[in-house]
């Protein structure tokens, strides 16, 4: 239930909805659609993507009275109550016209709800068997997350104008490593602990450059066996 809705919610991100459907973003929908998300799992959509990011994944963790099945929850409700208002609102040109943030903050806030589709989708089978090195990995490892996430941001920054693809390519692919590492050392090595990692990080580097979702920069090394 929730990857189908997740797989339509993902066919939207990169539409810029105008276009696509005609249609403005509803904002009372949206609010009360954010506010149900906040009430089902105490975190506000509305605050800075920073904060959001850290809110999920301490709901990842199992902090403030909540976790990863919840956060899941959250993220498929938030889906259902907004239906095609969700490309109208969660597209990046009305993130950056209406919400007042910058491009790259943009790109930062939308990868936090690609991340939430892999993690409920596609990942949500090895989190629910991985969940007590997952837990031990969210909840010991916050700082070096916080070292991998700030790196390849700032990293990312100063490369922007870099007219070599290849090189935000390679930053991404350092980032993943960076992630990775963090699984592996929390799960024991398991590979399918280390592919969610890698995948859970590769995610957030395709919201902004789709480029890079090539052969070479995918996680199959450490997929898990198909079931």
């Not at 949206?30 to 105490?42: A, E, H, K, S």
């Not at 904060?51 to 099945?69: H, K, P, S, W």
Request: charged share 15%; proline share 3%.
């Amino acid at each position: 239930m929730y990857k189908l809705l997740f797989i339509v919610v993902l066919a939207g991100f990169f539409i810029s909805v105008e276009s696509q459907f005609g249609r403005q973003c509803d904002v009372a929908t949206l609010t009360t659609c954010q506010n149900n998300f906040q009430t089902l799992t105490g975190i506000d959509l509305r605050r800075p993507w920073q904060e959001v990011r850290r809110a999920i994944e301490n709901g990842y963790a199992g902090l403030n009275d909540t976790n990863f099945r919840m956060v899941c929850r959250g993220f498929y409700e938030l889906g259902g109550c907004m239906r095609e208002n969700f490309y109208a609102c969660y597209n990046i040109p009305y993130l950056v016209q209406n919400n007042s943030l910058a491009l790259q903050d943009a790109y930062n806030y939308l990868s936090i709800f690609l991340q939430s589709h892999f993690t409920c989708a596609a990942g949500f089978n090895v989190f629910l068997q991985n969940e007590g090195c997952f837990l031990n990995a969210w909840r010991t490892h916050r700082t070096t997350f916080d070292i991998c996430y700030n790196l390849y941001e700032t990293q990312i920054v100063a490369n922007l104008g870099n007219p070599d693809s290849r090189t935000l390519c390679a930053l991404g692919s350092s980032f993943k490593t960076c992630i990775e590492l963090i699984f592996d050392s929390a799960c024991g090595g398991l590979l399918d602990s280390i592919w969610w990692g890698c995948e859970y990080a590769r995610v957030n580097v395709i919201t902004q450059f789709p480029f890079c979702s090539t052969a070479d920069f995918r996680c199959v090394q450490s997929a898990p066996p198909s079931s």
